[in-house]
């Protein structure tokens, strides 16, 4: 069974950096496309960037282009967002994903494990 574990959410000023990490376990992922989705309050679930495990493609939302960077630690199994420059929108829950295929959807209902979020806020 594959497992998710999320880490590095917190707060930080407004222009600040935070690291979030996500340990995945139970399975060979070479093949699978990883990502990163946050919820706001209120809002529904939004991609913010994924990565393909193979080859290390990667995708960003608009609003967080130039600001995070995705990346894989192919030995560690893990799978990081550096997100510099924070803002107050940048507040959620964030979440790490993985689809048990290498492909580009940045849609929710194509990833197919969840993390348990972790919580990331940003003060002004």
Known sequence: QVQLV???GGLVQAGGS???????????FSS???????QAPGKEREFVARIRWSGG??????SVKG???ISRDNAKNT????MNSLKPEDTAVYYCAAARRSFYSIVSRDYDYWGQGTQ?????
């Not at 799978?79 to 550096?82: A, D, S």
Request: aromatic content about 18%.
């Open 57 to 62: 493609n990667t995708y960003y939302a608009d």
């Open 32 to 38: 699978y496309t990883m990502g990163w989705f946050r």
């Open 18 to 28: 935070l690291r979030l990490s996500c340990a995945a376990s139970g399975r060979t």
């Open 67 to 69: 600001r995070f960077t």
């Open 79 to 82: 799978v990081y967002l550096q």
């Open 6 to 8: 999320e880490s590095g």
């Open 120 to 124: 990331v806020t940003v003060s002004s």
